[in-house]
Nanobody, 128 residues
Framework: QVQLVESGGGLVQPGGSLRLSCAAS????????IGWFRQAPGKEREGVSC????????YYADSVKGRFTISRDNAKNTVYLQMNSLKPEDTAVYYC?????????????????????WGQGTQVTVSS
C-alpha cells in the first residue's frame, strides 16, 4: 500500500525557516518524481517544487526559487523541503505527492492532477 506522510509544518515568523519531510512507504522512490504542492484557502493547489528520484533533477516555482530547497534520501525513502526566508504568502497546507517519472520534472510539477499518490498535508503558517 502506497503511503506518503508529511511532517514538519508549524507556525513560524516571517523570515524564519522550516523543513518539511515526506516519508514514503509501500514503494521505493526509484523511478518516481516526488513533488511538494501547496494550497492556500480559496486558491488552487500549486506545484512548489519537485525532484526526480532517479537523476535528481529539480523544479522550483518562481515564487520560491532561492528560498526553498528540495532534496531526497533514497536510503530513507524520504524527500525534504527546506524552506528559508518564509513569507506570509507561503502560508498554506503543504502536500507531498508521488508519480512515476513519465515526463520531465519541470512538466510534471505544473500539473498536480497527474500525481496519483498524495499525503494528508501539513499546515505551514507564516505570521508575526
Amino acid at each position: 500500500q502506497v503511503q506518503l506522510v508529511e511532517s514538519g509544518g508549524g507556525l513560524v515568523q516571517p523570515g524564519g525557516s522550516l523543513r518539511l519531510s515526506c516519508a514514503a512507504s509501500g514503494f521505493t522512490l526509484d523511478y518516481y518524481i516526488i513533488g511538494w504542492f501547496r494550497q492556500a484557502p480559496g486558491k488552487e493547489r500549486e506545484g512548489v517544487s519537485c525532484i526526480s528520484s532517479s537523476d535528481g533533477s529539480t523544479y522550483y516555482a518562481d515564487s520560491v526559487k532561492g528560498r526553498f530547497t528540495i532534496s531526497r534520501d533514497n536510503a530513507k525513502n524520504t524527500v525534504y523541503l527546506q524552506m528559508n526566508s518564509l513569507k506570509p504568502e507561503d502560508t498554506a497546507v503543504y502536500y507531498c505527492a508521488a508519480e512515476l517519472g513519465i515526463t520531465t520534472v519541470q512538466a510534471l510539477c505544473k500539473v498536480p492532477g497527474i500525481f496519483g499518490s498524495w499525503g494528508q498535508g501539513t499546515q505551514v503558517t507564516v505570521s508575526s
